[in-house]
């Protein structure tokens, strides 16, 4: 049998699902791809026939060398293989390419000397130090770090495993603490204590000359410390946390990988957000990550395209969001089992809550399953994933609702922002309100005040962070002097609808002159800054203005818009036929 | 080794592409696949590991009753399979599920059965009468329908194999018709010339209680008779199309399917757009198509995903885009070649041709090449295919440039439409057309006049049909009356933007009154239709509103106005700086 393609390449594996969705990339471009894993049967050799598979463990020397010698790039999807085997390839087989590199898997390994060497770069880290397992060493640790500490193994710590949260610096906590984390057989480190505000990833592609580029910040969500949700792009969570987040994030996790690492293909870059805006790097994967799965559906090469790309020396991808927004939730294993055939139709697997999850899926738009095979299911095991994309963060959390908790408590992102000057302006500003409600449910909107005049700095804080939190339209009115809709427009790159208001009472400051003057001071905006605005008082039509215009990234609100118009059609048809029976005097008195 | 997952499903296979495609999906949902197909290493065979595949032809009854001795589903990937053998399978099997059946099978492999059979259901064709393979019935057949005539094989007929157009009724002409046909071994049937607009496809599903649902239509061009682009969504031409086609093509297809057919899956319906805005059916095939390779990437749910939950009867998915628009170009073979090993890192095959495509995909952004892995390059052969996505049709065309003529050659599709009432509107409206074309030109728009009152019809047809042309925004400029913008409104559901002019001439009809005429008349619209108007004679306001309201769809322009933004503050501290320096006496004598 003839070989098809020019390019081998290599997974060493563990679990799998990583090699897998980075050899259904690989199918795309012919590329073969031989796996070294235990058993015939690991998921990434299901889905790639090839007779090159090796049976044996990533941290087998003799296997990871016989490997080698059949192929031409070496790539591993788990950073705890054995360092010196990768050493020995060079040596044995010095044009077969290894990414990311021995040094860099060296590194990352051991997550204190990771720490130092990024502190190196000035790249944003909380306090550690290291740290001996002894109760002395320790409670120093706690005088210096405060409690509670977080104690960590240096190596093969991950998705929870070798943490440990000391609380207490009493000698029986001190001394489960050692416990836990291995009696001394293991090095340790210790973290001061983090109050993040919330979990961020970001991954970070590393091309074979260097060059850096980075998919949107996503935010993370970990249950029991293993990840749980994602949702890309991240949002702001209040008018006052950095408009620059999403791009501070991008930038911080690009510079600790261009300063900090050699060699290609793709980093999961995981951080925190404190209270004061500021972003501490939490950890680092040298390879594809949980929290880019998303990036399969929802970007315009997935991370692991990208991974495949960077190891072989291909142009990089696009690593733009191609559709609004996305979730990702991870099947975890509820209870430990194991497969066996079965001739239903709709059930696969033997545990249950991965059928439900799966099942719940298929039968929401916009949603995309991904099982990956294992054999086994065990509690907390990654069984699978589900991707959900749509076109805004409203409508991928209303289609994840079902099937994730945290999906279904939180608010909806707002798509219109309603803002006005004044409680006095809501009686005139009601109706913009009530026909989303009632026509257009599918579009979430927020109704705040802002106040040019009397909240100067709130204003700028709304404008600047709109568009980061996820809002695509703002409807500002304002009577009398008027300013706010085009001082929000002067701070924001989104559409801002004004609504001029008839301000009658004294306060508005217009009484008398029937709302003109603020149609004149919201229309005549100067050449540079536009306001689109609506009739006097007329906040229905900024309203449907606002749904006209997010209809640019949802078709489907054209043809609601549509039916819209043929209903406000079909009314006056009804008052046409009323007026002919009735004869135009009768229906005069009425 | 134990099977991991419940479900077997067999893929009957020749070429092998669609197999390979629909196995990708099913390693998702951890389905086994088996494939029939001949050699091991066939392009379906590739990409599932499996013990169970079988060596052998479609054609070969007894490989498909072995293949349906291991699987719970037998689908096939091509019609010209040998349905006795699936008629044996029924009563040797009767537990497996055979989709599409055998009997759709059998009536769709035979074209002229196939039309009788669409005929019954009032489904729209050209045409046709059966005809003997004989001179005299020939000449019969181009006296009642015309010449030149399609003459066409009952059987075995795709991507132009089976065709011949008949231009001249004499003996020498026929006689090569026949000769080419295969010497009266094959019944052969007559069709109508069809003098088509453009070619359309639309892929539809039906699920196995015999719902269907269909993905949006699609223009396919082709070139040599095969497949050669596919536009999606399919764009109206011009403003005089039917602004009810996309919908009407989707309704048409569906019919088809749903009266016509029996069984599961994915069926792809090719169709003729007439001069007089009619559709005619040209060909149904009961698999994937090619013209829908581009939901992979392009829509919530591809046709793989789609024919496999079809024929599991599981839930079928959402056919709606998640983005924009997309384009699909076929890699098809230049020559004659077989592949073989070489350590190069860019080379894919030893087809030069689909090297050069395949670099030019990875180079593009939102580029996704697939290669099929097939072992022979032949001329015409479909090698891969090159799927790119993009925000808007502009950006498609924009992206698929480099390696499409025909996507060079195409003007794109405008996303603004900037329309005034009269020529004399020109000189006000000019600097929205210049603006854009300086500071934002990824975004394409048109210039041209509608006239309210002077072209009516025309209003109501540029209205009507701009939406389904692929218009996102509308900005129209009036004076006067000005009732433009506000009568394009109320015929679509797009945002307008209207731009008050000053009509200083009489033509214009408000000399004197500074353009307040016509800001009154746009501003003021009913409730219920919305007009966004700018300040009177801003035309370059209401282009920047524009570029806002797309950035709905395509966030990276939000990031293009902040910084146009930051430009226009640039101007002004560069004054600040100039008249701190000079002074403001001498500032002001400027």
Same mark, same amino acid.
């Given at each position: 049998?003839?070989?098809?393609?020019?390019?081998?390449?290599?997974?060493?594996?563990?679990?799998?699902? *990583?090699?897998?969705?980075?050899?259904?990339?690989?199918?795309?471009?012919?590329?073969?791809?031989?796996?070294? !894993?235990?058993?015939?049967?690991?998921?990434?050799?299901?889905?790639?026939?090839?007779?090159?598979?090796?049976?044996?463990? @990533?941290?087998?020397?003799?296997?990871?060398?016989?490997?080698?010698?059949?192929?031409?790039?070496?790539?591993?999807?788990?950073? #705890?293989?054995?360092?010196?085997?990768?050493?020995?390839?060079?040596?044995?087989?010095?044009?077969?390419?290894?990414?990311?590199?021995?040094?860099?898997?060296?590194?990352?390994?051991?997550?204190?000397?990771?720490?130092?060497?990024?502190?190196?770069?000035?790249?944003?880290? $909380?306090?550690?130090?290291?740290?001996?397992?002894?109760?002395?060493?320790?409670?120093?640790?706690?005088?210096? *770090?405060?409690?509670?500490?977080?104690?960590?193994?240096?190596?093969?710590?991950? !998705?929870?495993?070798?943490?440990?949260?000391?609380?207490?610096?009493?000698?029986?906590?001190?001394?489960?603490?050692?416990?836990?984390?291995?009696?001394?057989?293991?090095?340790?480190?210790?973290?001061?204590?983090?109050?993040?505000?919330?979990? *961020?990833?970001?991954?970070?592609?590393?091309?074979?000359?260097?060059?850096?580029?980075?998919?949107?910040?996503?935010?993370?969500?970990?249950?029991?410390?293993?990840?749980?949700?994602?949702?890309?792009?991240?949002?702001?969570?209040?008018?006052?946390?950095?408009?620059?987040?999403?791009?501070?994030?991008?930038?911080?996790?690009?510079?600790?990988?261009?300063?900090?690492?050699?060699?290609?293909?793709?980093? $999961?870059?995981?951080?925190?957000?404190?209270?004061?805006?500021?972003?501490?790097?939490?950890?680092?994967?040298?390879?594809? #990550?949980?929290?880019?799965?998303?990036?399969?559906?929802?970007?315009?090469?997935?991370?692991? !395209?990208?991974?495949?790309?960077?190891?072989?020396?291909?142009?990089?991808?696009?690593?733009?969001?191609?559709?609004?927004?996305?979730?990702?939730?991870?099947?975890?294993?509820?209870?430990?089992?194991?497969?066996?055939?079965?001739?239903?139709?709709?059930?696969?697997?033997?545990?249950?809550?991965? !059928?439900?999850?799966?099942?719940?899926?298929?039968?929401?738009?916009?949603?995309?399953?991904?099982?990956?095979?294992?054999?086994?299911?065990?509690?907390?095991?990654?069984?699978? #994933?589900?991707?959900?994309?749509?076109?805004?963060?409203?409508?991928?959390?209303?289609?994840?609702?079902?099937?994730?908790?945290?999906?279904?408590?939180?608010?909806?992102?707002?798509?219109?922002?309603?803002?006005?000057?004044?409680?006095?302006?809501?009686?005139?500003?009601?109706?913009?309100?009530?026909?989303?409600?009632?026509? @257009?449910?599918?579009?979430?909107? &927020?109704?705040?005040?802002?106040?040019?005049?009397?909240?100067?700095?709130?204003?700028?804080? @709304?404008?600047?962070?709109?568009?980061?939190?996820?809002?695509?339209?703002?409807?500002?009115?304002?009577?009398?002097?008027?300013?706010?809709?085009?001082?929000?427009?002067?701070?924001?790159?989104?559409?801002?609808?004004?609504?001029?208001?008839?301000?009658?009472?004294?306060?508005?400051?217009?009484?008398? *002159?029937?709302?003109?003057?603020?149609?004149?001071?919201?229309?005549?905006?100067?050449?540079?800054?536009?306001?689109?605005?609506?009739?006097?008082?007329?906040?229905?039509?900024?309203?449907?203005?606002?749904?006209?215009?997010?209809?640019?990234?949802?078709?489907?609100?054209?043809?609601?818009?549509?039916?819209?118009?043929?209903?406000?059609?079909? &009314?006056?048809?009804?008052?046409?036929?009323?007026?002919?029976?009735?004869?135009?005097?009768?229906?005069?008195?009425?």
């Amino acid at each position: 049998m003839a070989p098809k393609c020019y390019l081998f390449i290599s997974i060493m594996s563990s679990g799998g699902q *990583l090699g897998r969705m980075l050899a259904a990339s690989a199918s795309l471009l012919n590329v073969q791809v031989n796996v070294l !894993d235990v058993g015939a049967d690991a998921p990434a050799k299901q889905i790639i026939a090839s007779s090159s598979h090796i049976d044996g463990s @990533f941290r087998d020397k003799e296997k990871i060398l016989e490997l080698a010698s059949k192929v031409d790039v070496l790539t591993v999807e788990i950073e #705890h293989v054995d360092v010196d085997a990768l050493e020995a390839v060079r040596i044995a087989h010095p044009n077969v390419q290894i990414h990311p590199t021995p040094s860099t898997i060296r590194l990352i390994q051991d997550k204190f000397a990771q720490k130092q060497h990024l502190s190196l770069f000035a790249i944003p880290l $909380g306090p550690f130090q290291a740290v001996e397992p002894t109760p002395d060493a320790i409670a120093q640790a706690v005088n210096d *770090l405060g409690l509670p500490l977080m104690l960590k193994s240096r190596t093969m710590a991950y !998705d929870g495993r070798g943490n440990y949260a000391l609380h207490a610096v009493d000698s029986q906590s001190i001394s489960s603490a050692i416990d836990f984390l291995g009696s001394g057989s293991r090095q340790l480190y210790a973290e001061k204590w983090v109050l993040f505000v919330k979990e *961020l990833a970001v991954m970070v592609v590393r091309g074979i000359d260097g060059t850096v580029i980075s998919y949107p910040a996503v935010e993370t969500i970990h249950k029991d410390n293993i990840c749980h949700l994602v949702w890309a792009p991240i949002r702001l969570g209040g008018i006052n946390e950095d408009p620059e987040l999403p791009r501070k994030a991008e930038r911080v996790a690009r510079e600790a990988i261009e300063k900090g690492f050699e060699g290609a293909g793709v980093f $999961g870059v995981e951080m925190f957000l404190l209270e004061d805006n500021s972003l501490l790097i939490n950890e680092i994967a040298p390879r594809p #990550h949980n929290s880019g799965h998303y990036t399969i559906e929802a970007c315009e090469s997935s991370q692991y !395209d990208n991974h495949l790309r960077a190891i072989l020396g291909l142009p990089l991808g696009s690593t733009r969001m191609k559709v609004g927004a996305a979730g990702m939730l991870n099947i975890l294993g509820s209870s430990n089992s194991s497969s066996s055939m079965s001739s239903s139709l709709v059930s696969f697997s033997p545990d249950l809550l991965i !059928d439900k999850l799966t099942y719940l899926a298929l039968s929401t738009p916009g949603a995309s399953p991904h099982l990956y095979g294992k054999a086994q299911s065990r509690k907390g095991r990654k069984m699978g #994933h589900i991707t959900v994309v749509g076109s805004s963060d409203a409508e991928v959390r209303q289609r994840m609702a079902p099937f994730s908790s945290p999906a279904r408590t939180l608010p909806p992102h707002p798509l219109i922002s309603i803002i006005m000057g004044s409680d006095s302006d809501l009686p005139t500003m009601l109706p913009a309100a009530q026909i989303l409600q009632k026509h @257009f449910p599918s579009v979430p909107f &927020e109704v705040t005040l802002v106040s040019a005049h009397r909240t100067p700095l709130r204003l700028m804080s @709304f404008a600047k962070s709109a568009a980061g939190r996820g809002v695509k339209v703002i409807i500002a009115g304002a009577g009398g002097a008027a300013h706010l809709p085009g001082m929000v427009a002067s701070m924001t790159g989104l559409p801002v609808v004004g609504v001029p208001v008839d301000s009658k009472s004294v306060s508005g400051g217009g009484g008398g *002159l029937g709302g003109v003057d603020a149609m004149w001071s919201i229309l005549q905006m100067p050449r540079g800054i536009p306001v689109a605005t609506v009739a006097i008082n007329n906040s229905t039509n900024a309203a449907l203005l606002a749904v006209r215009i997010i209809s640019v990234g949802q078709p489907h609100l054209i043809t609601q818009m549509e039916e819209y118009l043929n209903r406000l059609g079909d &009314e006056v048809e009804r008052k046409i036929s009323v007026m002919g029976e009735t004869g135009w005097g009768e229906y005069g008195k009425k």
